[in-house]
């Protein structure tokens, strides 16, 4: 056997029981894992890790970040206040209106229709555009190309009515001062009934001018029946 063997085997089986050879304490090696004051309750708690002096200044707080309320202000009054009704309405009207173009046909709307589709898509008009192209789904090659040629033909004219009677901000030929100067009314909900009509006869016909507006207009007060 060899000494290396021989010193292996005459070795003591250390359990952690015997004593140090003095006083019969366990020795360093085989001290438990962690230290009694570890779970310790008593009066007086172990103090933290790295305890700050109690004798040093305490650390500043971190530097508060200004606040620039009248930037904030400005932010909130020109913000567009956007309501979950509204946007309900607007999806709901686009929904509504992009079914109208089934009815267009090839090509056979008036231009009184094609002015009343501008004015009721509104600031909504190239979402319409978007939302209409995108339903017309077909699997027929030649039907789908036929429907992108006739809405074409629709966004042709709608542009060329745009750019001949700035449809962008369609309103009648006479506004509400005038109209109570040619019928001699005060304002009132009469004003808005006239305007409306002459609204209408703006989409029918397009512009019809002042001097032609005001004798409809007058035609149309002195036939109207009264309320």
Not at 14 to 23: A, M
Not at 83 to 102: I, K, P, Q
Not at 157 to 167: D, K, Q, S
Request: aromatic share 6%.
């Amino acid at each position: 056997m060899s000494d290396d063997a021989k010193d292996l085997r005459e070795e003591p089986l250390h359990t952690g029981q015997e004593g140090n050879g003095t006083d019969g304490a366990p020795a360093a090696a085989d001290a438990p894992l962690f230290g009694d004051d570890l779970f310790s309750f008593g009066d007086e708690p172990a103090a933290p890790v790295d305890a700050p002096d109690a004798g040093a200044p305490a650390a500043a707080p971190p530097a508060a970040v200004a606040e620039t309320p009248a930037i904030e202000d400005a932010v909130t009054a020109t913000a567009p206040v956007v309501t979950e009704s509204a946007v309900v309405e607007e999806v709901s009207a686009l929904v509504e209106l992009h079914l109208r173009f089934h009815g267009y046909g090839s090509g056979e709307w008036t231009d009184a229709a094609v002015r009343r589709y501008v004015r009721d898509a509104g600031d909504q008009l190239a979402r319409l555009h978007k939302l209409t192209r995108a339903d017309c789904t077909t699997r027929n090659p030649r039907k789908a190309a036929a429907l992108r040629r006739t809405y074409d033909d629709l966004e042709r004219r709608i542009e060329v009515l745009a750019e001949a009677e700035e449809m962008a901000s369609l309103r009648p030929d006479l506004d509400g001062n005038e109209i109570m100067d040619i019928l001699g009314i005060g304002p009132g909900r009469e004003v808005g009934e006239a305007y409306r009509w002459l609204l209408e006869r703006r989409l029918d016909d397009g512009p019809l001018g002042r001097e032609r507006a005001e004798l409809e207009l007058r035609a149309w007060w002195a036939g109207r029946a009264p309320a």
